[in-house]
């Protein structure tokens, strides 16, 4: 059954392998009238790519997107969008040597377990270039939530084992964290981050990270109990991210060393509105938003391709080899994932607010 | 938009709220000649019951559940099965004090802002009452699983600060969470986790913990990619139970610290099948099953419900008050969480293995 | 794959088998706050329960609902609904004859063929007594309507072979429908119908009929093409509808034989706002609600259940036999599909009007 | 709400408008290792192309499919197939004299009553270049039902009041449909038909006409009742092409007039296998296919765009206009319907094999 789809009114369905034809997704409920270019998309895009930093792996893909349909005289027509971003310059041939050697950790044992086939080049629809569409849509996404006031952040807050260690403000993170190639908002910690990810690359290995994201001015109300709960869609959207392992709201599993009486924000009056004076539930109480700021943070696993020699089994042959890979991988995955993850919260979140009534579905129109 | 359905071929929506006539699930998509009766159902809602320990409420539910349809001479008829508990001995009178003061780190806030109305008594749809639901429909669930010789099993891994802290044997959870009052797999931790969580309650106070679900004996292949990643509706599934604040997968955030070399899990051959030698990857890769347990944990954070004074607000006086909570409430919610996760990863698999074709989807049969 | 959820935002499951316990459905996605009792739903339910006039089967069902939750203090809660109506004073003993005969035109067969199993109590999940579960929700969603000014009407138009042949006014339907056995707009029309029907009757043989349902003062706008038109997704449901045949909407299939310049409704202005002058589209236009009444008509066929000998086969000695019924059925069910038919159109208006966002999904108000 | 999604396991989801880069589908579900080509998708898009015929409009698109991804050296991958077609010499201008001035019977209005804009350049979404998506989506539904022995055939019953008015055994169909421009089983009717059609059109004015599909070979138990009834969604799914007003299944409409032993399919043993006698049902019982053939009709509406002059308004001045269309329109939209409606019912075929576990959803295989 295709998992292919993703939303219930701001609905997507994605498509394409790295190193088939093209990559692209189709964005079907946004509200006819929003003004929607190629720039806003590309804009995204750009970050999502490989080859921007040495922590990151140095291919060029240029991703050139190109919108379809859905979009007339710089405004959206109420009708699917669709988005394409053309594969070039593609080169499979370092893949053919472990075609019948799954990588561990990888997707190409499982897909061949589902499919009885293997798309070895490059990982296929188990790549990470399918992120592509995420953060295509998500830029939709961001675009008509930032229009009702919402606005959807992400950082690295831990990558090899260096963790940030304390709260940062939004204002650093909108401020610093396209400075450095971690994506991290203190840039000192970015440094070390950085210095870390770098010894485990040259020893031919791989690190892992945490990466949060944030949205702020999220109006209360968001979030359909008991199974259709916006932490659990945020947590689906999240996970559903490759190489996440993890998925903690809020506090998170460190509330589980909490008594109550630390765990429970306390409600207050301030300017007349209830707010809550800490914000451990990072913004979502009983599946529903309460108008704090919405807090997610992910488990990002080492990247699974490293050089090191490592076990497997030639499914050919059926027998037990080494696996030697060549070639130059990311060494950790963490900056590349922030703006994938900002893209699937924000596509949730703009999913939950058409839902809640609180975007009109078929005309675009700025609320105050 | 209702949010009170879960699944795609094993679908249920659940219904009631807690104070008020019922609690209820309708199943669809339950094979035709299943046997199965209400004691089937009923042997799992007693675990989730309260009242079973120290550690938990001693309110004392009579949850008796009634098989209203889908059932003909003790077999499945291959149409929705409804599933019916009374709320008896219903009393709402210890609410009626708090009816306008919001409970800090509870559903009635949220659930205010977003429909209008406290449904006071007891937490209303929000209420850990809603679980019944869950754990009747998992039981239908467990026993389709288990006809296809999928085993699933949950323990207690961490409350109030104290874990188990080492991998446990199937067999030891088999053999002892029903032992003691925490569910927990190692009886002398469980103990020592009872010590904890008595001088928290004592303290007026509540605990957290953290719960593992496993399941054993999946077939590989199961999950859609790349958004119904397996390990996405898992998530997704275990996210929407009350109080869980994380959810993780294999290593889930130890993954973090780890390196790629430690955390892909090397492939070998053993009597003729590509198995892993360990599990960091928690039984999939890429949002496919592999054909090792699935493993999942979620963080539970402490029950909102203590006797120490709070601040909250007067919702209809608009003014800050202290709440002062009388009764006896769940201590730590950890071992009745137990059955809802069980039931939650069951009900995921099961739709998992109907979409992948592998129960066939109108006529039970028992494959080997 | 269960097929009992309906409705994307106003969304129902249904369950329940004749001659088992009970027949019930749950509703989600009611917005909370509408007034809402048991007596607004068992209004409509005496409207479908059979007994009521000689054209239809005598047998004195008592449809008494009962509301389970989702409604507190007399309004809805803005979570799900579930009402239940018990099978009482069940006789299954008339079907045991006739258990392995599969009757022709009937759903024994083909409910035996995909389930391998017959539930032969009287047609089990098959039976006409699912229809209460659709009329109970149906009321639910005319309420909503109601609130928002949207009126839903229904009557039989033709009947074995007798047609009202005209066009009927609101006016009439709402005056007359209930004043005869046949629910036809026209009394002396309805005088010669019963006629036909009888005469059949008393051969042992059963007719059909057409019904028509409107919607008026809908307000232009609903309806999401391109595969969730409005037509397309009443027709949808009107076809689910046990005995229907065929669905067309304003000129149907007359206007296969119209030309152009007569089928296109001519567009004017009449006090500032654009009408058209005639029908034909019925109220919809490339799958979008007009503003003009909608119009739809389904072809009921003849009750299969009849007197007359027919052939079949005895599954279980696989044999040609003959089938030879007792008892008394429903000569004509023409007048009891139109509050079924009114349900389900209204069902499908409350899910688009809340899906245009023109209904507040969480809070129930009245719209002038 | 966007609705251009169709399907439960076989899904698509369709994009782009008429006169705007590109129209396209994502085709998801589909097995893996299905033998797959361009060419497969173009022999049916070059079916449903203009300019075929005098009947049809004489402009020369050249509709070429690119598939983006899905598929891999000839195999499906089982990932999302996207199918791509270009509009090409696209010349909006026509359309500039009337961009205020909907075309009665036509979807302007109602698409700028929605949306709040019309996409005046040839319809834009509402266009018959829609159908395109469905067609693409439908030569590989059809192409997977033919690997399990299904065939799907369609053909013109009658046009301007010409019908066929005699049963045509399918032999008929594969030999005549192709050789004449109406796509008309009879040679001697088609030539009729087309006269009536050209008659027609000189007076400046179009016409209706009803076409017809069949299914062979589909097994019994396909459909999920009670809301998902197989006829339930092949009349969404008919209901759903543009200029469609009426749906209906076997006798259809005729059954009103018939009493029940005339419509009551007599069942009879024909070498130990059940069948029925007659095919009033139309191979659907109950919402379930019973193993004979499927047959479905439409009612087609004469096209709405005719040289006649119309009254209209201008809602840009809001005044009562004339309507004077220039240009060369379908004369009659019945032979371009037929692949179009084959395509969805094949489409809903696909999926329903699929949900009944006739068809293994991972991995392709024929099936004898």
Not at 177 to 186: S, T
Not at 209 to 226: I, K, R, W, Y
Not at 261 to 267: F, I, K, Q, T
Request: glycine letters at 12%.
């Amino acid at each position: 059954m295709g998992g292919n789809t993703f939303g219930k009114i701001f609905r997507m369905m994605s498509f394409g392998e790295s190193h088939n034809v093209a990559i692209g997704v189709v964005v079907d409920g946004v509200p006819a009238g929003m003004p929607l270019s190629e720039a806003d998309v590309q804009r995204e895009l750009d970050r999502r790519r490989p080859g921007q930093s040495i922590v990151t792996t140095p291919r060029a893909e240029r991703d050139r997107v190109e919108i379809l349909s859905g979009v007339f005289e710089g405004k959206t027509l109420g009708t699917p969008i669709c988005m394409l971003v053309r594969n070039v310059d593609v080169d499979s041939s370092p893949y053919e040597a472990i075609k019948t050697k799954p990588r561990p950790g990888h997707v190409e044992l499982p897909y061949w377990l589902k499919f009885g086939h293997i798309d070895h080049r490059g990982g296929g629809r188990g790549a990470a270039r399918e992120t592509i569409a995420r953060v295509a849509a998500g830029a939709i996404a961001k675009k008509l939530l930032a229009a009702h006031g919402i606005e959807v952040l992400g950082h690295t807050v831990e990558a090899a084992g260096v963790a940030v260690g304390r709260e940062v403000k939004p204002d650093e993170i909108r401020k610093n964290v396209e400075k450095n190639p971690m994506r991290c908002a203190d840039l000192g910690v970015a440094e070390r981050m950085k210095e870390e990810v770098l010894k485990a690359s040259e020893a031919g290995d791989s690190t892992g990270g945490v990466v949060e994201v944030l949205a702020l001015n999220v109006p209360a109300g968001l979030g359909d109990p008991v199974f259709d709960k916006l932490d659990a869609e945020i947590a689906h959207a999240l996970m559903s991210i490759g190489s996440v392992k993890g998925v903690e709201i809020g506090a998170g599993f460190m509330a589980t060393r909490m008594r109550g009486s630390e765990m429970n924000d306390p409600l207050a009056l301030r300017r007349g509105k209830i707010v809550s004076l800490t914000n451990n539930a990072g913004g979502i109480l009983g599946g529903i938003s309460t108008g704090m700021p919405i807090v997610a943070r992910i488990a990002v696993k080492p990247t699974p391709s490293i050089t090191k020699p490592q076990r497997t089994v030639d499914i050919a042959r059926m027998e037990e080899v080494e696996l030697k890979l060549k070639g130059r991988f990311d060494p950790n995955i963490c900056p590349r994932i922030v703006p994938v993850a900002e893209a699937m919260l924000a596509i949730v979140l703009a999913d939950q607010m058409l839902r809640a009534g609180k975007i009109d579905p078929n005309r675009f129109e700025v609320r105050k």
